[in-house]
């Protein structure tokens, strides 16, 4: 099983700042076949990325993932009061399809 | 407009059965390489994979949880039925369904909002 390690476990910004979050595998992921998802309170999961850096549907351009084999990244370049949420890394190419244990993104 | 959504019973007691349905709109899983999946998170806690069944009937299952579960499809192809057996506080959480867009990768692009069940006597 990958397991997927996510730092840090909260960040805390301002809105305007530039935020970098971290998830290590503990293993290669084939294909570098890795998914970001946003989950605000009280909110179902959002895919914002598969496969390491293929944008989904209407997520914003401020929005970037990137990463190969066990380091990937997300950016968000400048924070919209509405991007302070739980991010989770998922790992989608080697059964079981797992997940991190998240970042929280909150008001500085 | 696509949306998935999830239904079934909010208690259940230890070492019972649990069925929850996931109902679709806007697809089926008459359609080549879509999949439907069940995503689990206990209160505060993270996302756990829990099952994933696509147009082919092709099952997948979280191996920790393999020997009590069940995914299948509805004759309408437009439900998903998920049963988790023997039950245990453990099991408590939001269920969520989500469609599954690529046969080959298991990533989830449009979910449910989720249905909670508590397990406990």
């Known amino acids: 099983e990958i397991v997927l390690t996510q730092s840090p476990g909260t960040l805390s910004l301002s809105p305007g700042e530039r935020a970098t979050l971290s998830c290590r595998a503990s293993?290669?992921?084939?294909?570098?076949?890795l998914a970001w998802y946003q989950q605000r309170p009280g909110q179902a999961p959002r895919l914002l990325f598969y496969?390491?850096?293929a944008r989904a549907t209407d997520i914003p351009d401020r929005f970037s993932g990137s990463g190969s084999g066990t380091d990937f990244t997300l950016t968000i370049s400048r924070l919209e009061p509405e991007d302070f949420a739980v991010y989770y890394c998922?790992?989608?190419?080697?059964?079981?399809?797992?997940f991190g244990q998240g970042t929280k993104l909150d008001f500085k | 407009q696509i949306t998935l959504k999830e239904s079934g019973p909010n208690l259940v007691k230890p070492t019972q059965s649990l069925t929850l349905t996931c109902s679709l709109s806007?697809?089926?899983?008459?359609?080549?390489?879509?999949?439907v999946g069940w995503i689990r998170q206990p209160p505060g806690k993270a996302l756990e994979w829990v099952a994933v069944?696509?147009?082919?009937?092709?099952?997948r299952y979280s191996p920790s949880l393999q020997r009590r579960l069940t995914i299948a499809k509805g004759a309408s192809k437009k439900q998903v039925d998920l049963t988790l057996t023997n039950v245990d506080p453990a099991d408590t959480g939001t269920y969520y369904c989500?469609?599954?867009?690529?046969?080959?990768?298991?990533?989830?692009?449009?979910w449910g909002q989720g249905t909670t069940v508590i397990v406990s006597s």
């Open positions: 293993e290669s992921i084939k294909n570098t076949y």
């Open positions: 496969g390491a850096s």
């Open positions: 998922h790992q989608h190419g080697s059964s079981p399809y797992t």
């Open positions: 069944i696509y147009w082919n009937d092709e099952k």
């Open positions: 806007g697809f089926s899983l008459t359609t080549d390489g879509l999949g």
């Open positions: 989500a469609r599954a867009v690529d046969y080959w990768t298991v990533y989830f692009d449009i």
